[in-house]
């Protein structure tokens, strides 16, 4: 059963207008969510993450919304550029968690077109 | 952000042989390491959790003695895949938890290994 889902496998968007990412969950232990960018042939990178005290944490043209109460993140890109188009993880953690073990959604493929 | 340094970053091999792969933090102690592998168009699959001075701790359907957790220092993990197999081809990511430095629970992930096995 996955905890941690990315519905849409893929999004295109046009360049300079916004790219909206969403994940759901269903763990309420989850605490932490985080969201990485990973290019082919490379390992993520981190973007941006918010822990559940918060319902918004925003750093430069990456936002990220958290709505606990319907298990529901989503990451807003704005405005989109060519260099954004990547494959995008949501992840999701508990911050108490003595490991840190993170469960990772299937990916979105973003397609900024110039 | 925290470095993570993996190597090689692809490596061929034929069947039966063993393949060792590094994975470093540059800047940071992590007691935690984990190890993943992403097959095409699919997600990150953790393998298993790579813990400084013990035992790995490997999730469901993976193979301990397939793949042979070491995590001899608190910078260095390696991953080793023994008598590897066609099947075995994929790529393999590694991260470190930044959790103990920096109380966040971020995970920083090395550039990935691409294993081809012929």
């Known amino acids: 059963d996955q905890q941690v889902k990315q519905n849409s496998p893929s999004l295109s968007v046009q360049e300079g207008r916004i790219s909206i990412l969403n994940c759901d969950y269903t763990?309420?232990?989850?605490?932490?969510f985080l969201w990485y960018k990973k290019y082919p042939a490379e390992g993520p990178t981190f973007l941006i993450s918010?822990?559940?005290?918060?319902d918004k944490n925003e750093d430069g043209r990456f936002t990220v919304f958290l709505n606990k109460s319907a298990k529901h993140l989503s990451l807003h890109i704005v405005p989109s550029q060519p260099g954004d188009s990547a494959v995008y993880f949501c992840?999701?953690?508990?911050?108490?968690?003595?490991?840190?073990?993170?469960?990772f959604g299937k990916g979105t493929k973003l397609s900024v077109k110039p | 952000g925290a470095v993570v340094s993996q190597h090689p970053s692809w490596v061929i091999c034929k069947s039966g042989t063993s393949v060792k792969i590094e994975c470093r933090s540059l800047?940071?102690?992590?007691?935690?390491m984990f190890w993943y592998r992403q097959f095409p168009k699919q997600s990150l699959m953790l393998m298993a959790t790579?813990?400084?001075?013990?035992?790995?701790?490997?999730e469901q359907g993976v193979e301990k003695d397939k793949f042979l957790i070491n995590h001899a220092s608190l910078t260095l993990s390696t991953l080793t895949v023994t008598s590897a197999h066609p099947e075995d081809s994929s790529f393999y990511i590694c991260?470190?938890?930044?959790?103990?430095?920096?109380?966040?629970?971020?995970?920083?992930f090395g550039a990935g290994t691409r294993l081809s096995v012929l």
């Open positions: 918010i822990s559940s005290i918060k």
């Open positions: 992840a999701a953690g508990e911050y108490g968690g003595s490991q840190g073990n993170l469960i």
């Open positions: 790579s813990n400084e001075g013990s035992k790995a701790t490997y």
């Open positions: 800047d940071f102690q992590a007691t935690t």
């Open positions: 763990n309420s232990m989850f605490d932490y």
């Open positions: 991260s470190a938890n930044t959790l103990a430095r920096t109380g966040r629970n971020i995970q920083y």
